[in-house]
């Protein structure tokens, strides 16, 4: 069946950094977009950052509040998804969660992140 594992999340100051991790199995993970997104207390879940597949020139979009600091990445031999995330801010504090998308849309756990001030 299918399964998209997060790791990674934690505690860390304020400037750190972390790098998450989303394992994927079940389906073809070189076909489908992968996207991170996140969700802080009483907030709507957003788009962190999407890297698209081959078929689309494995093009990459983040949002605004993200870019330059978050980098997304794909090794698509390992069929796991990457995020590299720098310069951490009090604001990043959030649950992640790895998504996947083609003709069908698969969700991970979450995993969660927090950033002391």
């Known amino acids: 069946q299918v399964q998209l594992v997060e790791s990674g999340g934690g505690l860390v100051q304020a400037g750190g950094s972390l790098r998450l991790s989303c394992a994927a199995s079940?389906?073809?993970?070189?076909?489908?977009?992968m996207s991170w997104y996140r969700q802080a207390p009483g907030k709507e879940r957003e788009l962190v950052a999407v890297?698209?597949?081959?078929?689309?020139?494995?093009?990459?979009t983040y949002a605004d509040s993200v870019k330059g600091r978050f980098t997304i990445s794909r090794d698509n031999a390992k069929n796991t998804v990457y995020l590299q995330m720098n310069s951490l801010k009090a604001e990043d504090t959030a649950v992640y969660y790895c998504n996947a998308r083609s003709y069908s849309s698969y969700w991970g756990q979450g995993t969660q992140v927090t950033v002391s001030s």
């Open positions: 890297i698209r597949s081959v078929s689309f020139g494995g093009s990459i």
């Open positions: 079940g389906f073809t993970f070189s076909n489908y977009a």
